[in-house]
């Protein structure tokens, strides 16, 4: 049984820091490329970061201005979202994907999905 599994998210104050974890269990994490997309209700799903199997090619929207940081964990089958300088705009479901490889600003092409965590931002 596949998973991916979101923590992290909550209620801060906008300038305030989050780190979203997405550990995966049931795939051979090494294999997999994984993404954050995040979603404001009413609005299409976004893609805010993503990185290739072998870390060797990302992806970061210019919409967080590189206050965003993906990492991985291979030991740990987790990816990470380290989220600094948060505004009010990043409120936000954000949700962890994984795909086979490479990475994809195409969300259907994303296989499996966690199921959301919530991060809002207060002014």
């Known amino acids: 049984q596949v998973q991916l599994v979101e923590s992290g998210g909550g209620l801060v104050q906008a300038g305030s820091s989050l780190r979203l974890s997405c550990t995966s269990s049931g795939l051979t994490f090494s294999n997999l490329a994984m993404a954050w997309w995040r979603q404001v209700p009413g609005k299409e799903r976004q893609l805010v970061s993503a990185i290739n199997w072998d870390g060797r090619s990302r992806y970061s929207t210019a919409a967080t201005g590189g206050r965003f940081t993906l990492s991985r964990d291979n030991t740990k089958s987790t990816v990470y979202l380290q989220m600094n300088s948060l505004e009010p705009e990043d409120t936000a479901v954000y949700y962890c994907?994984?795909?086979?490889?490479?990475?994809?600003?195409?969300?259907?092409?994303?296989?499996?999905w966690g199921q959301g965590t919530q991060v809002t931002v207060s002014s």
């Open positions: 994907a994984a795909r086979m490889k490479e990475w994809s600003n195409v969300e259907e092409n994303y296989d499996y």
